[in-house]
C-alpha cells in the first residue's frame, strides 16, 4: 500500500495520502484521522461524504451478543454551546469489536461539520455492562 503522511491540522488532525494503484484499480484518496488522549480515533475518507469510523482503544466496542449500539452525537460552536444533537446508530465491523461505523443510511453531519464547523462534536456511548457513559470529544478541524 502506497501512503504517506500529508498534513497534520490544528488539534492533532492528520491526514494521509494514499497514492492510486491501477493493478488493484483504486483512486488517489485522504484519509483524516483524530486521535483523543484515550487513544480513541475518528477516521473518514476524502472520497466518501459522510462516511466515518471510530475506532476504541478501551473495549467499549467489545460487545458479545450486539453487533450495534446507538450513540448521541452533540454539535458544539466555539463557545461550548449545545447547537443540537442526533442519535445514530454504530455498528461493530465484523472481526473487529473495537471499530464501528454508522449505518448506510444515516450518517447525519457528522464529517461535514467536522469539516466546516467551529467547535466540536461531542459522542456518548453506553458502556458494555457497565454504568458510566463513553464518551469521545472531536475538535473540528479548523484549517
Known sequence: MLF???QTYAQEWSSTLH????????????SFMYE????????????YKSDFRIICNGGIFDYDKNNSFV???????????????????????????????????????????????????RVLAKQFERVALWEMKIPCMDK
Open 71 to 121: 450513540a448521541t452525537f452533540g454539535y458544539y460552536d466555539k463557545n461550548g454551546q449545545l447547537k443540537k444533537k442526533q442519535k445514530i446508530t454504530m455498528f461493530l465491523e465484523s472481526g473487529n469489536p473495537k471499530t464501528a461505523s454508522p449505518g448506510i443510511f444515516k450518517k447525519g453531519d457528522v464529517v461535514k461539520y467536522l469539516k466546516e464547523g467551529r467547535g466540536y462534536i
Open 36 to 47: 483523543d488522549e484515550e487513544k480513541n480515533s475518528f477516521i473518514f475518507w476524502s472520497h
Open 19 to 30: 497514492k492510486a494503484d491501477e493493478l488493484k484499480g483504486t483512486k488517489e484518496y485522504v
Open 4 to 6: 504517506f503522511t500529508m
